[in-house]
């Protein structure tokens, strides 16, 4: 009798290994080579794509479709539309791609049409903004040696639990911006050190997967420049300056700056202030009738268009920041940082950093308004407990930078 429940426990348990199937519930899902927003994309999945489930582990399922293909999906491919991001096409393995030229002039038009060709962009940044930067099995020695001895990492993320904010799709026009701002910024050129480059990108990742948005692939590239500035796109791609990663002296600190960019993109900023852009976009005509009027180039009325887009948001700039520092904080909490990196960084750059008044100066709004950014910051985080769990990794922040 015993054999034959045995028998039965054992075919249950093999048959439950490939029975269950579901539909996907969001368009433009990545289907994985691994488990990890790191690894190379097979297929992009769409809404009401079937497949079979063959393994779970906490946030990815391993899956096959029916044409036999196998890979791996984020488990947010079956939640709730209304708490997901269509990824678009950052969905798509853009890491050795060039983005069609075509679709970026056609999407800024009326604000940097008069721009592309400038000799102050990054025209590699701008035609292939996302690169893959991490090793796979570099990255998940990273994340062993930086767990070892401590709670493993999910135990960190349980600790804090966040709510997802409302929906939001990347669209093209939103992508285009990005990569227009992204070579901007990287018009200095990048760093040729690699192993910097991977340090930096393996502490992003580590914050990733501590976010609601555990699958969405980012870069981070680093200007070669003194400059003093960091600046995440609505797209994933982050850019940070040499210059700040000089101020930075520690891994915490750089974690919590780097958890800060990313939660502009969670909380959806960049896809706010899109929307508030288009409006002037559509005022193109009304720009041509005053071009006439006061016989003004199409490069002048670019530039009419940048600083009134500047002006626009300088009173909403403030709201932006407090709420990404509160964000950051917690993806910092839950990736087992000491969150505190932030407003000692903040404190850093507020007493070292001269306020620049140029409004082309990557650092223009940095220095503005930190007194209150850190008040806000430090009030907030008194309310959450940490103990001496929470690591600063001063030391391996050093070895990578100095």
């Known amino acids: 009798m015993i ?7 054992t075919l249950l348990l093999f048959s439950t290994q490939f029975v269950f199937a579901d539909t996907i519930q969001n368009n433009n899902v990545s289907l994985r080579s691994g488990a990890g927003a790191f690894f190379p994309v097979i297929k992009v999945l769409k809404k009401g794509d079937y497949v079979k489930l063959i393994k779970k582990n906490r946030y990815w399922y391993k899956v096959k479709l029916k044409n036999g293909k196998k890979g791996w999906i984020s488990t947010n491919s079956f939640g709730k539309v209304k708490k997901s991001i269509n990824y678009g096409l950052v969905s798509r393995d853009l890491s050795g791609r060039s ?33 893959r930067y991490l090793d796979p099995f570099k990255f998940m020695n990273f994340k062993q040696n930086t767990f070892s001895g401590r709670l493993n990492q999910y135990s960190y993320r349980d600790k804090y639990k966040i709510d997802y904010k409302s929906s939001f799709n990347i669209t093209e026009d939103m992508f285009a911006t990005s990569s227009f701002v992204a070579a901007r910024l990287g018009a200095p050129g990048l760093i040729n050190d690699k192993r910097l480059t991977q340090y930096v990108n393996s ?14 692939p980012i870069t981070v590239h680093i200007v070669n420049t003194n400059a003093v500035f960091a600046n995440a796109t609505p797209i994933g791609v982050i850019m940070i300056s040499k210059g700040m990663l000089k101020v930075i002296q520690s891994e915490n ?30 005022a193109e005509s009304a720009f041509g ?24 948001i300088k009173g909403r700039k403030a709201k932006y920041e407090m709420a990404a520092d509160q964000r950051g904080a917690i993806y910092a909490f839950r990736a087992g940082y000491d969150f505190n990196g932030m407003a000692t960084l903040l404190n850093r750059i507020k007493s070292t950093i001269p306020v620049s008044q140029e409004a082309e100066d990557a650092s223009h709004w940095l220095p503005m308004g930190l007194k209150k950014r850190i008040n806000s910051l430090n ?20 070895r990578y930078t100095r």
């Open 203 to 216: 502490v992003a990742q580590l914050i990733v997967e501590s976010t609601e948005f555990f699958d969405f």
């Open 99 to 131: 983005i069609s030229k075509l679709m970026v002039t056609a999407a800024v038009k009326g604000f940097f049409e008069n721009k592309i060709n400038s000799k102050n962009l990054n025209k590699d940044l701008f035609k292939q903004p996302y690169k």
């Open 379 to 398: 009030n907030f985080t008194s309310t959450v407990n940490s103990d001496s769990s929470y690591k600063t990794f001063k030391n391996r922040y050093l």
């Open 3 to 9: 054999k034959k429940i045995l028998f039965f426990l």
């Open 289 to 312: 009738e005053l071009d006439d009027a006061t016989d003004k180039d199409d490069a002048d009325m670019d530039e009419l268009a940048n600083e009134m887009y500047e002006r626009s």
């Open 253 to 282: 600190e750089l974690a919590c700056l780097l958890a800060h960019e990313i939660s502009h993109v969670t909380l959806g900023h960049g896809i706010t202030e899109a929307g508030k852009r288009k409006h002037m976009i559509k």
